[in-house]
């Protein structure tokens, strides 16, 4: 999956939330890009895995990860000194993530919401939930039109950032 990327002069600790088809790609995209990487996996089974075969243990997404992605099943860990969150968890635990995620989140951790879909019965968006969560917290969105399975393929694939603050829709853009 290794892309030609820019290089970029600082080596950013990002943890990536979810071990999802779509969480395992950015992972390995991050690290790809010379990011410190946590992906923060539910199951502790599942975790040392992940870490033992650097690849997905459940077959779901053909990507494996680089060096500089470490999985682990404790949120605290894999959030302890990062600057970004890249919460990549169905929406159905998105608040329970996001309650855990603010027990555990340093200060001026922003959040990039990458989870797809609205929540019933009001329509919200999984942002608004993260940003409900994390006050103080700085939220960005990441959406498609993109499928996991052809990102890693290194399929051409399109990708949005959008966040009221311009600079840091630059910064996860970036």
Same mark, same amino acid.
């Given at each position: 999956?290794?892309?030609?990327?820019?290089?970029?002069?600082?080596?950013?600790?990002? !943890? @990536?939330?979810?071990?999802?088809?779509?969480? %395992?790609?950015?992972?390995?995209?991050?690290?790809?890009?010379?990011?410190?990487?946590?992906?923060? @996996?539910?199951?502790?089974?599942?975790?040392?895995?992940? !870490?033992?075969?650097?690849?997905?243990?459940?077959?779901?997404?053909?990507?494996?990860?680089?060096?500089?992605?470490?999985?682990?099943?404790?949120?605290?860990?894999?959030?302890?000194? !990062?600057?970004?969150?890249?919460?990549?968890?169905?929406?159905?635990?998105?608040?329970?993530?996001?309650?855990?995620?603010? !027990?555990?989140?340093?200060?001026?951790?922003?959040?990039?919401?990458? %989870?797809?879909?609205?929540?019933?019965?009001?329509?919200?968006?999984? %942002?608004?939930?993260?940003?409900?969560?994390?006050?103080?917290?700085?939220?960005?969105?990441? %959406?498609?039109?993109?499928?996991?399975?052809?990102?890693?393929?290194?399929?051409?694939?399109?990708?949005?950032?959008?966040?009221?603050?311009?600079?840091?829709?630059?910064? @996860?853009?970036?």
């Amino acid at each position: 999956m290794s892309r030609d990327a820019p290089s970029h002069p600082s080596r950013t600790r990002i !943890a @990536v939330l979810g071990a999802g088809a779509w969480g %395992s790609v950015l992972a390995a995209l991050l690290g790809e890009r010379g990011h410190d990487v946590r992906l923060w @996996v539910r199951d502790p089974e599942r975790a040392a895995r992940w !870490a033992e075969r650097r690849r997905d243990p459940l077959g779901r997404t053909p990507v494996a990860l680089p060096a500089a992605v470490r999985p682990t099943a404790h949120l605290a860990e894999a959030v302890a000194d !990062a600057e970004a969150a890249f919460a990549v968890v169905p929406n159905a635990a998105l608040d329970d993530v996001a309650a855990r995620l603010r !027990a555990a989140a340093p200060r001026g951790l922003f959040v990039v919401s990458c %989870s797809k879909g609205l929540f019933p019965p009001d329509l919200s968006r999984p %942002s608004a939930h993260l940003a409900a969560a994390l006050p103080g917290s700085r939220v960005a969105v990441l %959406s498609g039109p993109n499928l996991a399975n052809e990102i890693a393929a290194g399929l051409p694939a399109a990708a949005t950032v959008a966040a009221r603050d311009v600079g840091l829709a630059e910064l @996860v853009q970036g």
